[in-house]
């Protein structure tokens, strides 16, 4: 989902700046917010971070024959609302354009706008529909991390068919084409993802089901048991 | 083994089980056309080419400030970016756990421990 520096054109390179970074201010508002509100949560937060850092740097084999890696968004955003991701996915995307030449400062705006804001989101709003739809918790958190992560090489898809139309078949054409090389190599990726999650999930509510039921994320244990 | 050492045990299977399938069905493909014998080169720059190829005259106007010299010390940098997540992530849990065990020590045989904190709805 990396669009390579210089890859998109001045006039996209700005909108996508100017789409993402009120996203980003407001996020990074809501980490400080919630670091001083919740201070017994920062490692929850770190935890969060940490996993988009790890799996955003492992590149994976898939059916397609390309390799791609995970986003690893759904996470942080179940657990503390999407606009906290858009943080601390720039912070990720940053180190990478500038550390590893994968991504790019030009490209920073739009790769936030998959990767950092549409990406959790689309996960955040599984979760949500997941629980109104009294699935099972772990059903949820697989379904919030595969889209987060899914949605994210989707977004990357248009971005790019906006910027590079097809001469013949126009936008569509080029989506299409776009879809071909991110899309289906990430279903793989997504369904792996999603089932780290629930992993990862499990363990934390585990070891931090105070600050879980404190972000509300997880009902109190006897509210549960009654409702059980 | 406990219920819950089943459920993860098969969800990390499942995972390592979707990668060799991965593996083997991509193994086959043929998609890099001009260099056949690179397998699962990334999905980032096949995008790259895919935009020379519908605008052979784009130019990118800029470029990296910092590139890594070769593909070790770049998989290198990668590494590097694993290990500072990774530890993080397991220092995080990890205060947690350790936390969680002080608790269960303490009020071993007593209630439930109540958290240490008033609930904040809507929080």
């Not at chain 1, 790890?54 to 955003?77: D, N």
């Not at chain 1, 595969?146 to 001469?167: M, N, R």
Request: charge should be neutral; aromatic fraction near 10%.
């Amino acid at each position: 989902m990396h669009i390579a520096e210089g890859f998109l054109p001045v006039v996209h390179c700005v909108a996508w700046y100017a789409v993402s970074a009120p996203f980003v201010v407001h996020g990074a508002r809501k980490v400080v917010q919630q670091a001083k509100e919740h201070p017994e949560s920062r490692l929850l937060l770190a935890a969060a971070g940490a996993f988009t850092f790890v799996l955003s740097s492992i590149k994976l084999p898939s059916v397609t024959g390309s390799s791609s890696h995970p986003t690893g968004t759904g996470l942080g955003a179940v657990l503390f609302r999407p606009p906290v991701m858009a943080f601390l996915s720039t912070i990720v995307l940053i180190f990478q354009a500038l550390l590893l030449a994968h991504g790019g400062i030009t490209t920073l705006g739009a790769n936030v706008f998959s990767m950092g804001i549409a990406g959790p989101w689309v996960g955040y709003w599984f979760w949500k529909l997941s629980s109104r739809l009294g699935w099972n918790r772990n059903v949820g958190v697989f379904l919030a991390l595969a889209f987060a992560d899914l949605s994210t090489y989707v977004v990357t898809s248009f971005q790019l068919a906006f910027a590079f139309p097809d001469p013949v078949s126009g936008i569509l054409g080029s989506v299409v084409k776009f879809m071909s090389i991110f899309a289906i190599s990430q279903i793989p990726l997504a369904i792996a993802e999603g089932l780290l999650g629930v992993l990862v999930f499990r363990l934390i509510c585990d070891v931090a089901r105070p600050e879980l039921e404190r972000l509300g994320v997880l009902t109190p244990a006897v509210a549960e048991a009654v409702a059980a | 083994m406990s219920r819950k050492a089943i459920i993860n045990t098969v969800l990390a299977v499942a995972m390592v089980a979707i990668f060799m399938v991965s593996f083997a069905i991509g193994g086959g493909a043929r998609v890099n056309t001009e260099n056949p014998e690179e397998r699962f080169g990334g999905t980032d720059d096949k995008a790259t080419t895919a935009i020379q190829e519908i605008d052979p005259n784009y130019q990118p106007w800029f470029s990296h400030f910092f590139e890594p010299a070769s593909g070790e010390v770049e998989s290198g940098l990668f590494a590097m970016q694993a290990a500072i997540g990774g530890a993080v992530l397991g220092f995080a849990i990890g205060g947690y756990w350790g936390r969680r065990k002080g608790e269960k020590a303490t009020s071993a045989g007593a209630a439930p421990a109540p958290s240490d904190a008033v609930p904040e709805p809507g929080a």
